[in-house]
């Protein structure tokens, strides 16, 4: 029986169009290296590759190079055999042979010392390796996905990585792109995120966003990605009343401890840009009644207008006031047809 894929949330165009890269590489059998920032999804995305592939019925192994010291981590992937060292009583199979006939997820691969990263290369290129205090060759068919959230090839420009390693990684790379590049998924994920949640707590439905949380949480610049997103929303949801809109949200959950954060309705002090403009604070939500997503583009309009006011109609100030790309502030501007 084929393993469960479950449907991708998002209908972002740079969402779908990493999405329909994936479907393409799946089939193929050539390492792949999926890259973007903490939080994005990059385990999904590798699971998807595996999924969607002729091994869709073989294994799938995860190891994170990042977790496990340099000499756990080569025992971990290749084995050992008996004695190899103190504790090593029998042999034992390393992830690699786990995987055999299935996928290899490596995350954080540039955690792996470049001792671990010469014995992955020739795994990789040839399929085969030898344990740990071994000399016996172990063959396998194994497809390799390595995941990271740094800049590789500068990395191996400095010498901290192998450039034959990536050359050999890097059939192709996906890069899954960051929440604030894909816009038109935030309200989507949120939603989501929100309906488990509701579930989790035992109620029996959820009343929604107040349109200005939406706007905030589709203005704020997200570094900890879909991660973040969850964070942010299921917190937001247990702290709100049952049937009741959700009216408030807590991006620095140390906020509530007194600490310095954001939260709707109390944001931080304004702080000159490098011209020395001030910003003045957002505007505040649209007066209803209105229809939601009316609502909603209204004030993410009186949000758009008051950044550039604030940075004399620069569009780069502006989205960094915002917290935004420039592109996707260039994209905010066309679709409400402001500037």
Not at 7 to 23: H, N, S, T, Y
Not at 157 to 176: E, N, P, S
């Amino acid at each position: 029986m084929r393993a469960p894929l479950s449907a991708p949330i998002g209908e972002d165009p740079a969402f779908l169009a990493m999405l329909d890269k994936v479907r393409r590489l799946a089939p193929l059998n050539r390492p792949v290296l999926v890259v973007g920032e903490r939080g994005v999804g990059k385990e999904l995305a590798s699971e998807r590759l595996h999924y969607l592939s002729g091994r869709w019925d073989g294994p799938v192994v995860k190891v994170n190079c990042a977790a496990l010291p340099e000499t756990l981590l080569e025992s971990e992937l290749f084995g050992h055999e008996a004695g190899a060292f103190t504790g090593a009583q029998k042999r034992r199979a390393g992830r690699f042979e786990r995987a055999h006939r299935g996928t290899l997820i490596l995350d954080e691969i540039a955690s792996a010392s470049l001792q671990v990263q010469e014995k992955l290369l020739r795994a990789i290129e040839y399929g085969d390796f030898e344990r740990v205090g071994g000399v016996e060759q172990v063959s396998v068919d194994v497809r390799v996905i390595a995941c990271a959230n740094v800049d590789l090839p500068a990395l191996a420009r400095q010498g901290r990585f192998r450039a034959d390693l990536l050359d050999r990684l890097a059939f192709d790379v996906v890069t899954v792109p960051a929440l604030r590049q894909r816009p038109e998924d935030i309200p989507v994920l949120a939603h989501h995120f929100a309906l488990r949640m509701t579930q989790e707590l035992g109620r029996s439905v959820f009343a929604g966003f107040d349109p200005a949380v939406l706007a905030l949480l589709r203005g704020h610049p997200w570094p900890g990605n879909v991660r973040e997103l969850k964070n942010v929303v299921e917190r937001a949801v247990y702290q709100t009343p049952e049937e009741q809109p959700v009216a408030a949200v807590v991006f620095d959950p140390f906020a509530a401890e007194g600490r310095p954060g954001e939260t709707l309705g109390d944001p931080p002090p304004a702080e000159a840009d490098p011209a020395g403009t001030v910003p003045q604070p957002a505007p505040a939500a649209p007066a209803g009644p209105l229809p939601f997503t009316d609502a909603v583009a209204a004030y993410e309009r009186q949000l758009l207008e008051a950044a550039l006011r604030a940075c004399d109609n620069q569009q780069t100030k502006g989205a960094e006031w915002l917290g935004l790309g420039y592109h996707q502030f260039r994209r905010l501007l066309k679709k409400h047809g402001v500037g």
